[in-house]
């Protein structure tokens, strides 16, 4: 099956080649029969359009929890590796897209029709490791489990919030970053399943930096605001735990200034009532700390016990 370009205007068209500085997305076919665009934890749209870019004709290798891909860009195939074999199959992938149906990271596992579901990680996954290793940069403990947070309708405010801070910015790039959160271990039931409550701001943290939702770049600085005052709901998808907790979350932190203790939201750049920041920082040539004020701008994505 050929590569097929489709640039979506007034008059859909076929190119040949491409010509356009609208961003490129790539898909694959589900077994559901529907198309989705590749966003999960070790490769994404940018990074295989980035490396179709600068790649003459060549393959890009990834893997997931269960298997192993190539992506053989000039024969227009996706190989899978179960076991040792390698299964062949042909795929269309290279879309220019500006309404995106959201859909699911692909390495969400079993995906039910719940609130939200919370997947153990295995040990010896790279999903496992990636988590494991920016966990460990700053902070030597020994991590007890790590659990995937899979929360369809969070996910959902995430991805919509992402495409409508790129066409406030007429489709810039929106920075998005992996920051840790220490919280209570008793309300890891209720981020799991409504996200971070900026309203909560400085009830144990103070507000400094304005009154959000505040993130950690180190899981060392986090780890100052673990507490353990009893097990979060045992009757939650999240069980119950004694551990400290540490979340992993996306956060699209976008442009960022020095954040004050009187704001409630990011301030005007221009003075004018739009234009916003996008998030508020401790300092903005080398940010420890970001102040997030929009829930819609974060996706608790992993549970780190320790």
Known sequence: MSIRMEIHDDDSQVEDMDTSDVPWCWFYLAECGAWHMFDYYLVTSNNIEEHYMNTDGGTMMFSTNKYIYSLNFSAVTIKICIQQFFFTFFIQYRYICDHLEISVPSHWENVKDESYQVIPLGTCTNEFKEVSKLFTKTLNVNIKEIKRIQNIHLWEFFCRKKIQ???????????EMKLFHGTNNENVHAICLDNFDPRLHGIHKGSVHGKGTYFARDASRAKKYCQISGLHVVSSPAGSSQNRIIFLAR??????????????????????????????????????????????????EYIIEF
């Open 251 to 300: 956060v699209l932190v976008g442009e960022f200034i020095k954040g004050n203790s009187q704001y409630v939201r990011p301030p005007s750049k221009n003075s004018s009532s739009t234009n916003f920041y996008d998030s508020c920082v401790d300092n903005e040539s080398n940010p420890e700390i970001y102040v997030i004020f929009d829930r819609n701008q974060i996706y608790p």
């Open 165 to 175: 801070l790129s066409k406030i910015k007429q489709g810039k790039h929106i920075q």
